[in-house]
């Protein structure tokens, strides 16, 4: 099987049509997730801070099942992975840590979201029960299907001789951006309801309990790894992710006024994700492998990584822009134009490319370095570190280019 980047041009050739294959696909998910936020008006206004909860519900869902993808890629390509579905196998562990982090990190996400809007004057409206209920139970309809979709790429690469380093990270990522904005917004409905709101939460609460204990004392030993491992990598995320949420509920106004941006924003971040998740996957893959020395300064292999994805970054980011214009158009959203939202596209994704490159490789080497699994830690930090400055990013091209 391919492994790094110590491959024949056509090996390459390969490598970067699957790549641009599954970016391609990822685009287009994730716009039809932005159009769904951008025709959620709605309910954005009726229950403000639900868009403070949005990048840290989305950026969850590729952490937990982007690390796990490429835990599995690692696996496959050290001759570890099998497709057996005894509890004690590499899928099934891995399966069953996603799922009760994805329990519990839904649970901190929510009771970190409402202590920060408390914080900041935001989402007065919104009770604590009304983010656990959203953020859990939007969490989990959203995992579970990404649980399934992320099982069948992983047997179908193994399958195809794909390689899950290259479909995995970004059609998970980007297939989280479709499903968590739906599922959030479904299971807003059952917010706001008194009784069974605070009932819904307070079960959910004993339930979370639960599992955080029986996780930390199971007896299989992957499993409670990764569990271990994980937990304060997401915390971290968690963190980052609600001061991305801030930014952008502080421009909930702006934005509906401009609802092109809300459908470029999922694709937006979601691409820029992907990279990062694919160069994580890829340089944790090298590491574990022996192909390279986890330096601090990085190999020829790895600068080779990094030029093949910057170069695709562009084309993607451009496309991005193209899409959410004629999606917007199509669905009747407003849009500053096809030019200007290529030109906020390309511009913050120039400069998110560089910090996800930056980040990805330092983060993936330092956890190796320092014996800590960087599958479990390379996608959360990417990709939730990608989501505060992409927000950022994407504030400023809008200034820049006159949209506010």
Same mark, same amino acid.
């Given at each position: 099987?391919?492994?790094?980047?110590?491959?024949?041009? =056509?090996?390459?050739?390969?490598? =970067?049509?699957?790549?641009?294959?599954?970016?391609?696909?990822? %685009?287009?998910?994730?716009?039809?997730?932005?159009?769904?936020?951008?025709?959620?008006?709605?309910?954005? #206004?009726?229950?403000?801070?639900?868009?403070?909860?949005?990048?840290?519900?989305?950026?969850?869902?590729?952490?937990?099942?982007?690390?796990?993808?490429?835990?599995?890629?690692?696996?496959?390509?050290?001759?570890?992975?099998?497709?057996?579905?005894?509890?004690?196998?590499?899928?099934?562990?891995?399966?069953?840590?996603?799922?009760?982090?994805?329990?519990?990190? /839904?649970?901190? &996400?929510?009771?970190?979201?409402?202590?920060?809007?408390?914080?900041?004057?935001?989402?007065?409206?919104?009770?604590?029960?009304?983010?656990?209920?959203?953020?859990?139970?939007?969490?989990?309809?959203?995992?579970?299907?990404?649980?399934?979709?992320?099982? %069948?790429?992983?047997?179908?690469?193994?399958?195809?001789?794909?390689?899950?380093?290259?479909?995995?990270? +970004?059609?998970? #990522?980007?297939?989280?951006?479709?499903? #968590?904005?739906?599922?959030?917004?479904?299971?807003?409905?059952?917010?706001?309801?008194?009784? &069974?709101?605070?009932?819904?939460?307070?079960?959910?609460?004993?339930? @979370?309990?639960?599992?955080?204990?029986?996780?930390?004392? #199971?007896?299989?030993?992957?499993?409670?790894?990764?569990?271990?491992?994980?937990?304060?990598?997401?915390?971290?995320?968690?963190?980052?992710?609600?001061?991305?949420? $801030?930014?952008?509920?502080?421009?909930?106004?702006?934005?509906?006024?401009?609802?092109?941006?809300?459908?470029?924003?999922?694709?937006?971040?979601?691409?820029?994700?992907?990279?990062?998740?694919?160069?994580? @996957?890829?340089? =944790?893959?090298?590491?574990?492998?022996?192909?390279?020395?986890?330096?601090?300064?990085?190999?020829?292999? /790895?600068?080779?990584?990094?030029?093949?994805?910057?170069?695709?970054?562009? +084309?993607?980011?451009?496309?991005?822009?193209?899409?959410?214009?004629?999606?917007?158009?199509?669905?009747?959203?407003?849009?500053?134009?096809?030019?200007?939202?290529?030109?906020?596209?390309?511009?913050?994704? =120039?400069?998110?490319?560089?910090?996800?490159?930056?980040?990805?490789?330092?983060?993936?080497?330092?956890? $190796?370095?320092?014996?800590?699994?960087?599958?479990?830690?390379?996608?959360?930090?990417?990709?939730?570190?990608?989501?505060?400055?992409?927000?950022?990013?994407?504030?400023?091209?809008?200034?820049?280019?006159?949209?506010?």
């Amino acid at each position: 099987m391919r492994t790094g980047w110590f491959v024949s041009p =056509s090996l390459r050739a390969v490598d =970067s049509r699957q790549r641009f294959v599954a970016l391609i696909i990822g %685009v287009l998910v994730a716009s039809s997730g932005g159009l769904i936020l951008a025709s959620a008006e709605t309910t954005l #206004t009726k229950l403000p801070g639900l868009l403070l909860l949005l990048p840290g519900a989305i950026a969850l869902r590729g952490n937990i099942f982007g690390s796990m993808g490429s835990r599995l890629g690692t696996a496959a390509h050290t001759g570890t992975f099998g497709l057996s579905y005894r509890i004690e196998s590499v899928l099934i562990q891995n399966l069953l840590a996603s799922g009760s982090l994805s329990l519990i990190s /839904s649970l901190v &996400l929510a009771i970190l979201a409402k202590g920060t809007a408390s914080a900041f004057g935001l989402s007065s409206a919104m009770t604590l029960a009304d983010f656990i209920v959203i953020s859990v139970i939007g969490g989990l309809l959203s995992s579970i299907v990404l649980a399934v979709i992320t099982i %069948v790429l992983s047997v179908g690469s193994v399958k195809f001789e794909w390689d899950l380093d290259n479909v995995v990270a +970004p059609l998970v #990522t980007t297939t989280g951006d479709l499903l #968590t904005v739906p599922s959030l917004i479904l299971a807003s409905y059952l917010a706001d309801r008194s009784d &069974l709101t605070n009932g819904l939460a307070l079960f959910i609460a004993i339930v @979370s309990a639960v599992v955080l204990i029986s996780s930390f004392k #199971t007896s299989l030993d992957r499993f409670r790894r990764i569990f271990r491992q994980s937990i304060p990598v997401l915390g971290f995320a968690v963190v980052l992710d609600l001061i991305a949420g $801030f930014v952008v509920e502080r421009r909930l106004k702006d934005l509906l006024e401009v609802e092109a941006i809300l459908v470029l924003l999922p694709a937006f971040l979601g691409i820029a994700g992907a990279l990062g998740g694919i160069l994580s @996957s890829r340089l =944790s893959t090298q590491f574990h492998l022996g192909m390279d020395d986890a330096s601090p300064l990085p190999s020829r292999s /790895s600068l080779r990584g990094v030029i093949d994805l910057s170069a695709m970054a562009v +084309p993607m980011f451009i496309f991005s822009g193209v899409i959410a214009h004629l999606i917007s158009l199509g669905a009747g959203q407003s849009t500053p134009g096809v030019v200007k939202l290529v030109l906020i596209s390309a511009i913050a994704g =120039s400069i998110a490319t560089v910090f996800v490159c930056v980040v990805a490789y330092y983060t993936t080497m330092s956890s $190796f370095r320092f014996g800590l699994d960087p599958d479990t830690y390379g996608i959360p930090v990417v990709t939730s570190s990608l989501d505060l400055v992409g927000a950022l990013t994407v504030i400023l091209a809008m200034v820049l280019t006159g949209v506010i």
